[in-house]
């Protein structure tokens, strides 16, 4: 009975190893126009940047770069995230993200134009994003708070549809602004308790008619043609569970951006390893057997008798 179970076992620890070498993945953030997670990321091209750097150094998760989400806010978000802390969402892993700057990677836009806002994902879910703009009266040497964003959202919309791994909302920009402005970001989940939060920085230049364009200021944030983007995932539902962790808390671990994860590929291996050895020990056992009645050449070391299979 020992012998048939083995097969299973082994069977058993290679289905583990496979699980256990797929990474977790995150969820998303605004490429365009850039935020500053994305921005200061592996692939943002722009880590180096003064403006990055401190944010590294001030504390900023920018691995994570599509992970700035907070637990059951559930549409309260002026209530639960404070003042000076919108950018990061109000969590600390993120508050160098927070730091009032005037040289934050920005994309340079027309304003009251239209234009294409894309949210990169790395895993889809339902739900609504809003776009937000700050007053004419921001300053960009302060920290962000709610009373610099107009109180109605700009643009609103519920489950755009995914283009080249990233939702993508037609809209117009806001009109009557120039200069250095943010445009915030939340997107709340309906299939999950997730709530994300992002922040970018933009210089609006005066309407001259026509689509708005993309360029951000200095180098291109765009990652290079030649850069995978991070895999698309099916969704995984988290924070509705009991035992989630608690508001204010990030819920998922670092998006892996390489086109084939180490762990991945370890875990495969193994698990293709002991699949391979269970089907050669189970070949080997069904050549190596004897047909019933003749005697196996073994004798019974205590009776002297030769054995009868």
């Not at 927070?98 to 949210?119: E, I, S």
Request: one cysteine or more; glycine letters at 10%; charged letters at 20%.
């Amino acid at each position: 009975m020992a012998v048939r179970r083995t097969p299973a076992a082994l069977a058993a620890v290679a289905a583990t190893l496979l699980l256990t070498g797929v990474p977790a993945s995150a969820h998303g953030a605004p490429t365009s126009p850039l935020s500053r997670a994305a921005a200061c990321g592996p692939e943002g091209g722009r880590a180096d940047t003064p403006a990055c750097r401190a944010a590294i150094a001030a504390g900023a998760a920018v691995r994570e770069w599509d992970n700035i989400r907070v637990a059951r806010i559930d549409g309260r978000d002026r209530e639960r995230i404070p003042d000076g802390e919108l950018c990061s969402g109000g969590l600390s892993a993120y508050r160098g993200l927070d730091l009032p700057r005037t040289d934050w990677p920005a994309t340079t836009l027309t304003a009251g134009a239209r234009y294409t806002f894309r949210y990169r994902t790395t895993i889809p879910h339902k739900g609504t994003f809003r776009f937000y703009a700050t007053t004419a009266s921001y300053a960009p040497t302060r920290r962000l708070t709610w009373a610099d964003l107009e109180e109605k959202p700009f643009l609103a919309v519920t489950d755009p549809p995914i283009r080249d791994g990233a939702y993508q909302m037609p809209g117009r920009l806001p009109a009557g602004r120039t200069g250095r402005h943010i445009i915030y970001t939340i997107w709340q989940n309906s299939d999950t308790q997730d709530t994300y939060y992002s922040c970018s920085d933009v210089v609006f230049r005066p309407a001259s008619g026509g689509a708005a364009s993309a360029a951000p200021t200095g180098r291109s944030a765009s990652p290079p043609a030649s850069a995978a983007a991070p895999r698309t995932v099916p969704r995984a539902a988290t924070g509705d569970r009991a035992g989630d962790p608690a508001a204010g808390v990030p819920v998922a671990a670092v998006t892996d951006t390489r086109t084939f994860p180490r762990p991945l590929v370890v875990g495969a291996a193994a698990g293709v390893t002991v699949l391979l050895v269970v089907v050669v020990a189970m070949r080997l056992r069904r050549a190596g057997s004897v047909p019933a009645g003749r005697p196996c050449g073994v004798r019974n070391h205590r009776a002297g008798r030769r054995r009868i299979w």
